[in-house]
């Protein structure tokens, strides 16, 4: 069971872009069922009904936009690329811009269906702005004191008040408000299908080159920050695992009776080293956060395998120099 979750976390970290597409489209299907089991309750009130109609047309969408923007992992990544220092690798600004667009893109997916919903449906524009027609395009408003026009209009949403029971001309507002609120819904989606349309179809007559290359270092970008935290993971548990062999070195038969198959000493000791890189104590941990941080490595790997061929020797570490990691790992010359 456990293999079976880490396959599908694995397939989920290697496939990002098809998880964030499919939670855009959660987050779109949510919008949908939120709006259908949602009780609108205009309270019909003159100085109110346009605050709770706009509210509730633009008020979801924004939660919907920042919930999107929270959930994509990317706009951590890109944030992070936008605002370190930029040290030995150059900040590329066509990526960032290519990063933001994606992020802003899936994000706005569930908020624009949320106000389509809303306009097809109506509701909450005949509740903003019932208020604010004309009464002498309506009949049924003659003979009315301009107060109690005003106080008509601001019923129409409500069907079951007494003062609308009475009054024909509710109906024909609520049909003029809803028609436009439909008509305004349907020009959205022909717009966004049509800007779709050109978008993908398009594409092909522009320059693809930095297209390419905009999508290739984002996706570089968001790759070497998984691998380098799983990196940080995996030596975290090496050194905790360290650590406790350390303090319990004196319980090694009690911890072997508990199913702790420990190798010998001389076996761990290299394995261990070699998988810690060196890094044996926390203000060299620290010192390698800040320096991945404020100094990341140029892109280019033919100066590492220059310098090292084959892969045999590693690169010498920022605090390998320092009188501590030199007293606990001498150098050794080859005769």
């Avoid at 380098?228 to 548990?237: N, W």
Wanted: charged share 20%; aromatic share 10%; proline share 5%.
């Amino acid at each position: 069971m456990m293999d079976r979750f880490r396959m599908i976390f694995q397939y989920f970290q290697s496939n990002s872009e098809s998880v964030m597409n499919g939670i855009c489209g959660l987050l779109a299907l949510a919008s949908v069922k939120m709006y259908s089991c949602f009780d609108f309750s205009c309270p019909c009130l003159p100085r109110y009904n346009m605050a709770y109609g706009l509210g509730i047309m633009f008020i979801p969408p924004i939660i919907l936009f920042l919930c999107g923007l929270i959930l994509n992992r990317q706009s951590l990544v890109m944030l992070d690329e936008w605002r370190r220092p930029q040290g030995h690798r150059k900040k590329d600004l066509g990526v960032i811009r290519y990063m933001c667009s994606s992020i802003v893109q899936r994000a706005m997916v569930a908020p624009v269906v949320w106000i389509i919903v809303t306009l097809l449906d109506g509701k909450c524009l005949i509740c903003a702005f019932s208020g604010s027609m004309d009464p002498e395009k309506f009949v049924g408003f003659a003979n009315v004191t301009p107060v109690q026009v005003e106080q008509l209009l601001a019923k129409v949403p409500c069907k079951d008040d007494e003062l609308m029971r009475n009054n024909t001309s509710h109906k024909a507002v609520s049909r003029y408000l809803r028609c436009w609120s439909q008509a305004l819904g349907w020009s959205i989606l022909l717009i966004l299908i049509v800007a779709a349309f050109l978008a993908r179809w398009l594409r092909p007559c522009f320059n693809q080159a930095s297209l390419l290359q905009a999508r290739h270092w984002s996706n570089y970008i968001d790759i070497e920050q998984k691998i380098f935290e799983e990196t940080c993971c995996e030596h975290s548990r090496l050194f905790a695992h360290k650590c406790i062999l350390h303090f319990f070195e004196s319980m090694r038969q009690e911890i072997k009776l508990h199913n702790f198959n420990l190798p010998r000493e001389g076996e761990r000791d290299e394995g261990e080293e070699d998988l810690l890189q060196g890094i044996t104590d926390q203000d060299q941990v620290n010192k390698l956060l800040k320096t991945w941080y404020y100094d990341k490595p140029p892109l280019d790997v033919s100066q590492a395998t220059q310098r090292h061929p084959l892969g045999r020797e590693r690169s010498p570490l920022p605090w390998a120099d320092s009188p501590r990691t030199r007293s606990k790992f001498p150098q050794h010359t080859n005769v």
